[in-house]
């Protein structure tokens, strides 16, 4: 199980939850819609505040606070598919 992400706690609209690639806690990491792969580590639980592009990102997406995904009724599925811990 991970430790709360700060994406979560600040409520940043793009954060997706955690998710398990191959359904098992080994692989657990948090995801957002700005990054392919898993959200980095000093974004997630460093200071790092993510309010300017990072270098190399592939998008324009920064923290910006609001309602999460499945709040928003967007997406497939239920919450549990974003938010496995909750």
Known sequence: ML????CYARLCKHYLGIQQPDG??????NYCETFADYILDEIAYGDNKYLTVEKGQENNIVYQKGD????????????????LRF
């Open 24 to 29: 098992t806690e080994m692989t657990e990491a």
């Open 68 to 83: 999460f995904r499945w709040e928003r009724g967007e997406g497939e599925g239920t919450t549990s598919q974003y938010m």
């Open 3 to 6: 430790a709360e992400c700060k």
